[in-house]
């Protein structure tokens, strides 16, 4: 028995697609594949897959991550590659498969990539605004937390966890580059952010699509 690491990308129309959907189009790509999959043992034996830090709905990424195994451990992992793209839907992409080195436990934070605009505002003018945003001491947020049995709203500080890599003004909007945090104790969606960038803006009018470009270890190098 072998433990398979796949990496791949979902994108465009993709994005629309939920995890839990996700989870049933790759079970589903891996019968159609005809990989010989270890299926749990019991009275309900499945597929056992497990995805390394879901993804939220709306996004692309080009780092998203899926472990499984298979009962032969002399399975080429290039005829995994080939068999599963042959099976997935042409937004979602396998680009590479290989033996897991580092435990999701491990991942500490995501790098993100945004495309912004806000109508009749030029990127220049919104390139100061974002930067002049991501250099405040803090930034709250109201973010839904759990007390007991109940759900309430809690005021925190998201500034600590995102990080500026780089802004470039692309005409009428904004290329940023963002690295925040995505462990699985602490973790920030970067609608939050964007949110906050908004109420800072004074409108409602910022569009933004959002891709993840990799997952990053404590260290800084990447998941693998």
Not at 43 to 69: A, K
Request: net charge positive; charged share 25%.
């Amino acid at each position: 028995m072998i433990n398979i690491r796949v990496f791949y990308h979902k994108t465009s129309r993709a994005k629309y697609i939920s995890h839990l959907d996700i989870m049933r189009c790759m079970q589903r790509a891996v019968v159609r594949a005809g990989l010989p999959v270890w299926y749990t043992e019991g009275f309900n034996p499945h597929i056992y897959l497990t995805f390394s830090l879901p993804l939220s709905l709306g996004y692309e990424s080009e780092s998203e991550v899926m472990d499984f195994r298979l009962v032969d451990d002399t399975y080429p992992f290039d005829e995994v590659t080939v068999r599963l793209n042959r099976s997935l839907p042409p937004d979602i992409r396998v680009v590479r498969t290989a033996s897991p080195v580092n435990k999701p436990e491990g991942i500490a934070s995501a790098v993100y990539e945004i495309k912004a605009s806000v109508p009749g505002c030029s990127g220049t003018a919104l390139g100061k605004a974002f930067r002049a945003f991501m250099e405040q001491k803090e930034i709250l947020v109201e973010k839904r937390a759990k007390k007991g049995a109940r759900k309430i709203m809690k005021e925190i500080d998201i500034r600590p966890l995102c990080e500026l890599l780089s802004c470039e003004e692309t005409g009428a909007g904004l290329l940023i580059r963002l690295k925040t945090a995505a462990g699985i104790q602490t973790n920030l969606n970067p609608a939050l952010l964007l949110d906050a960038f908004c109420a800072y803006l004074q409108t409602e009018a910022l569009s933004y699509s959002v891709c993840r470009k990799s997952l990053l270890l404590a260290d800084g190098t990447d998941f693998c």
